[in-house]
């Protein structure tokens, strides 16, 4: 099992749940929203070695975090995941772009010049800009775009620079979801739970449930669900040994 991208430090019984989620997963990335976050979930996570934890700063809360920008740089080095981080072009976060663009173009900027970083990314409402970012600093490492709601020009974009795609059980569900799932090359695509954010049937999806997209995966690329699970983990063994 495996969860490419969940917020594991805002589970309401997250101390509760972390044990199982290092016994059940074999790799959980636990994305954070600030780098204040960051540091004080690297160190209750630690010792879980399944868990690795992603420095992050939340584009929907850029204003509120502005002042931890430097802190977010100074830490680049010393995380080998970044996320979450992003860009939100949605209707309640325009007025935050500026921001939003510019803390998103430091933070490739500095991934570039650590060597290179795993990185989740929010791309709601952004894409071309997120491409844009991503192209001026190619060396910045592997980009995962996490529930991924771009149109599909935007998609051909992503998947032509090797992007990959993190997917959970709700996009799954949908028909815009499904059709975009059907367009990415299988190499690129990891499951996601994005819990406790995305809920289904009233609860918030499981770090231990993201791998439940594999029964959709199987109907789309009409394959056994072994098949599909075997990918997964081949998947996230190319990306880790990168
Ligand atoms: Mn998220």
């Not at 016994?23 to 929203?33: C, D, E, H, K, Q």
């Amino acid at each position: 099992m495996m969860d490419l991208h969940t917020h594991l430090d805002l589970y309401k019984n997250a101390m509760d749940i972390l044990a199982k989620v290092n016994s059940i997963n074999s790799f959980t990335l636990a994305v954070t929203t600030s780098p204040r976050a960051w540091v004080i979930t690297n160190k209750v996570f630690s010792g879980y070695d399944n868990i690795k934890v992603a420095l992050g700063l939340h584009p929907e809360i850029v204003v509120e975090k502005f002042n931890e920008l430097d802190l977010l740089i100074s830490l680049i080095p010393q995380s080998d995941f970044i996320g979450e981080i992003g860009i939100d072009g949605s209707a309640g976060y325009v007025k935050s772009l500026p921001q939003q663009e510019m803390i998103f173009d430091r933070t490739i900027k500095e991934c570039q010049k650590a060597g290179g970083r795993i990185i989740s990314i929010h791309s709601r409402g952004s894409v071309a800009k997120v491409l844009e970012i991503l192209k001026k600093y190619p060396d910045s490492g592997i980009p995962i775009l996490h529930w991924f709601t771009g149109s599909i020009t935007d998609l051909q974009a992503a998947i032509d620079m090797q992007c990959r795609f993190s997917i959970n059980p709700l996009m799954v569900y949908s028909k815009k979801g499904k059709d975009l799932i059907s367009r990415i090359p299988k190499y690129l695509i990891f499951p996601e739970s994005d819990g406790p954010f995305a809920i289904l049937n009233g609860k918030p999806v499981m770090p231990w449930e993201a791998m439940d997209v594999c029964t959709s995966l199987s109907e789309i690329w009409v394959i056994p669900i072994d098949e599909v699970k075997s990918i997964m983990h081949k998947n996230l063994n190319a990306l880790l040994n990168k």
